[in-house]
């Protein structure tokens, strides 16, 4: 048997070893699972921004733009969402789609469903008309709230039927109401609301798969009541914490090691609209905040193009990062730069509702566990599994298999949506990795063919789907190579007309897929096939070596 991860805590802002938790059964049918929990829980995520409200009703809670609202004003507002929704036609189990960047408005159309049991389905304002087509079908979304720039990307009527409003977030569009009509203005006496239960889908966050179609995953009220807990715990978060929100507030970090932990604490969430080096050091000074999460890139970023040292940083007490390694480089420069910073690393996906691992990244740098992703949290449940469905033995290598509570029960779609990737209440990570004998985990090598760009995941199979639509492609092969800033870049090596404009093919690209997704860089293979094996399968190890190589 493998070596047990040891759980974390933090007692004191160090961290320790024991935090209170209790076995217990959850979800029915083909979900069912006995997992660890946190036995003093809120009931449902409007209990527990709701009780921040009635604790420090006149605290901030919320900055963003020329807005600043305190916890009884935003309390008063997600009420007003909740009414708003209501006339919508929106009831508990209904879908929402909403595409907001890091704004008020994205907090509070959260917010606004939890109240009333709606499903959130959020939206990176990133995403392209093709994709949100899918996402909006495949949920069953009944309205969409947008900001006006999105406008060109709504799907309408035709292409998305069931999505029967459309509600415009600042300007005006003839075929959406605006969002101040129906979000605002409500009389609010008798207002009862009606959150869902705790094990009932909150959210349904889209993520790629290895066929390049995305998945929805049914995000629990369990789990990201869970991710809230835990990051409150290992980062040590505290009453009064102030943190900037420059991670998308649609991805699933932004929701569960941000919006959600701060919201518990009673503190100030500080919407930053697009991340930008040394606005972020800029914003982070004038508010005071002292906790952020951000993905390696951005810190990268800060340290390239920032003199940190120049400005009060002191109330900054902790960065968390996830997505994708740090370089050591970068551990160095910002602890010499920031010596009362601690870094602490996490690791988790979407289907895990964030993190799952973490630990405060060593001043040491020579250490071993340097590599590591930290140790287990305490609620979670990691298993190193060989190819034949048995634990590793200990120290070996195997696939990360993970379970807890803040694992999702299923994919949205029925049964057979990623039906082999959900196993016995255990999601199948496609990560390989191992476990020390301090319980320490590490990450050698990724199952799946993913590229990591800046903490987004680029599913090669999609991008090369769009590539091969285009007339003058006959193969598409995207691979990723190692970056020093964004972690790694997206190269497309291309067989077919060589003469063919490349800006035009990247075009092409842009019309159907976010801005990230898009290949940094295009390459036509001439005369010659991509390198493949005898089964056809294209071999990538050839083409990264090829391009590690030049």
């Not at 101040?180 to 798969?209: C, L, N, Q, W």
């Not at 990691?382 to 033995?393: H, L, P, V, Y």
């Not at 209440?425 to 760009?453: L, P, Q, T």
Request: proline share 5%.
């Amino acid at each position: 048997m493998n070596t047990a991860a040891a759980t974390l805590t933090v007692e004191n802002g160090q961290p320790g070893e024991a935090s209170a938790v209790r076995f217990e059964r959850h979800f029915s049918g083909r979900a069912e699972r006995v997992i660890k929990c946190f036995p003093q829980r809120a009931a449902n995520l409007d209990e527990l921004c709701s009780l921040s409200a009635r604790c420090f009703p006149d605290a901030d809670a919320i900055a963003g733009g020329c807005q600043r609202l305190s916890y009884r004003a935003l309390d008063a507002r997600v009420t007003q969402s909740a009414l708003g929704l209501r006339k919508l036609g929106l009831s508990r189990g209904d879908r929402l789609a909403f595409a907001l960047g890091n704004r008020v408005e994205f907090v509070e159309m959260l917010l606004g469903c939890a109240r009333i049991g709606v499903i959130a389905v959020p939206l990176n304002i990133r995403m392209r008309r093709r994709e949100i087509v899918h996402v909006l079908n495949d949920s069953g979304a009944a309205a969409i709230v947008f900001e006006s720039g999105l406008l060109d990307q709504i799907p309408n009527v035709d292409e998305a039927p069931n999505c029967r409003a459309r509600v415009v977030c600042e300007g005006a569009a003839a075929s959406a109401r605006s969002y101040a009509s129906v979000f605002s203005g409500h009389d609010a006496a008798g207002f009862a609301p009606s959150p869902y239960g705790e094990e009932d889908v909150a959210a349904i966050v889209y993520t790629s798969g290895t066929t390049g179609k995305p998945k929805g995953a049914a995000v629990t009220q369990l789990g990201l009541i869970h991710s809230a807990m835990s990051f409150e715990l290992c980062a040590g978060l505290v009453r009064g914490d102030r943190s900037i929100v420059a991670v998308p507030a649609s991805h699933i970090t932004g929701m569960a090691a941000v919006i959600y932990p701060i919201l518990r604490v009673g503190g100030c969430l500080v919407m930053m609209s697009e991340f930008r080096a040394e606005a972020f050091v800029e914003l982070a000074v004038r508010e005071r905040c002292s906790y952020a999460f951000l993905v390696p890139a951005m810190i990268n970023l800060m340290m390239l193009k920032v003199d940190v040292a120049r400005y009060d940083l002191s109330a900054l007490r902790v960065v968390a990062f996830g997505g994708a390694p740090m370089p050591h480089g970068t551990t160095k420069a910002i602890g010499t730069a920031l010596p009362a910073l601690r870094l602490l690393q996490a690791y988790g996906a979407t289907e895990t509702t964030a993190a799952v691992t973490a630990a405060f990244a060593p001043a040491d740098t020579t250490l071993p566990r340097v590599r590591s992703i930290g140790r287990v949290l305490p609620c979670a449940d990691i298993k190193i599994m060989d190819d034949t469905g048995q634990e590793a033995s200990a120290g070996a290598s195997g696939e990360l298999w993970i379970g807890g509570p803040s694992v999702i029960p299923f994919y949205w779609g029925g049964p057979d949506v990623g039906a082999d990737s959900l196993v016995a209440g255990y999601w199948r990570s496609g990560d390989i990795g191992w476990i020390d004998a301090e319980g320490y985990v590490y990450i050698r090598d990724r199952k799946k063919d993913v590229i990591n760009r800046a903490g987004f995941k680029i599913y090669s199979t999609e991008v090369e789907a769009v590539l091969m639509s285009h007339p003058h492609i006959d193969f598409a092969a995207v691979v990723g190579r190692p970056d020093p800033v964004l972690g790694e870049k997206s190269y497309a090596f291309l067989v077919g007309n060589s003469s063919a404009d490349l800006q035009l093919i990247r075009e092409h690209c842009a019309a159907q897929l976010s801005d990230y997704k898009i290949p940094d860089a295009f390459v036509f293979l001439e005369g010659e096939d991509l390198p493949r094996n005898a089964a056809g399968k294209v071999l990538k190890d050839e083409l990264r070596e090829r391009l590690l190589a030049d």
